[in-house]
């Protein structure tokens, strides 16, 4: 049974970069949408970006700036985000999360398989 375990987290200062693995065990990533998403205290959780199982991204945060990115080591079930020019607004837990076959096109409550989370925190 595929599982997700997200790591990379930590306290990082505003400006800061941080880059979060999400592996996979249990099953290759063949056909998986591999999502990132986010959840700040008191607040909803919200996409970050997603990878789909051609390499094609979404990034649904960050508007435009180009200060996240995502990417897939299939070779090592494993998929990446880096994450540059960190600003306290981006503290929240991050979670990976994964469905098949839907080239990023579904929402979060679509997503069958999710992580524990990794705790992301940006602060002077």
């Known amino acids: 049974q595929l599982q997700l375990v997200e790591s990379g987290g930590g306290l990082v200062r505003p400006g800061g970069s941080l880059r979060l693995s999400c592996v996979a065990s249990?099953?290759?990533?063949?056909?998986?949408?591999i999502g990132w998403f986010r959840q700040a205290p008191g607040q909803e959780r919200e996409g970050v970006s997603c990878?789909?199982?051609?390499?094609?991204?979404?990034v649904s945060v960050d508007s435009g700036n180009g200060r996240f990115t995502i990417s897939r080591d299939d070779a090592n079930n494993t998929v990446y985000l880096q994450m540059n020019d960190l600003e306290p607004e981006d503290t929240a837990v991050y979670y990976c999360?994964?469905?098949?076959?839907?080239?990023?096109?579904?929402?979060?409550?679509?997503?069958?398989?999710w992580g524990q989370g990794t705790q992301v925190t940006v602060s002077s």
């Open positions: 999360a994964a469905v098949w076959g839907r080239f990023c096109s579904a929402p979060d409550f679509e997503y069958t398989i």
């Open positions: 249990g099953s290759t990533l063949d056909y998986l949408d």
């Open positions: 990878i789909d199982s051609r390499g094609s991204t979404v």
